[in-house]
């Protein structure tokens, strides 16, 4: 397992942006998928997005087009670069990751990834 420490949310207002990271450590020299997840209150967790090790992306339609998922392999970081943000996206989001098994599709269920960070809040209010 590796740990992950998210960081960058916060509060923004209705169509601004926030920058998240997700730092991990750990067995960073073992292949792994990188994805992220949200939690709003009251609701089930929700997988947002998810990266391969080559860089090829999947996103769940509500974030499609607004938040880009990227990775920086010299730094072991992942980023969710979040857009025309909405009230909607307000939520405790989770950086989370697994070993490879199937390269060239990440996965986006909740039950396929062993590591999770301990979240970071965002809140979208004008």
């Known amino acids: 397992q590796l740990q992950l420490v998210e960081s960058g949310g916060g509060l923004a207002q209705p169509g601004g942006s926030l920058r998240l990271s997700c730092a991990p450590s750990?067995?960073?020299?073992?292949?792994?998928?990188f994805g992220w997840f949200r939690q709003a209150p009251g609701k089930e967790l929700e997988g947002l997005s998810c990266i391969t090790p080559s860089g090829s992306t999947r996103y769940v339609d509500s974030v499609k087009g607004r938040f880009t998922i990227s990775r920086d392999s010299a730094k072991s970081a992942v980023y969710l670069q979040m857009n025309s943000l909405k009230v909607e996206d307000t939520a405790v989001y989770y950086c989370?990751?697994?070993?490879?098994?199937?390269?060239?599709?990440?996965?986006?269920?909740?039950?396929?990834?062993?590591?999770w960070g301990q979240g970071t809040q965002v809140t979208v209010s004008s």
């Open positions: 989370v990751a697994t070993p490879v098994k199937r390269p060239l599709v990440c996965p986006l269920r909740t039950f396929d990834f062993n590591s």
């Open positions: 750990g067995r960073t020299s073992q292949s792994y998928h």
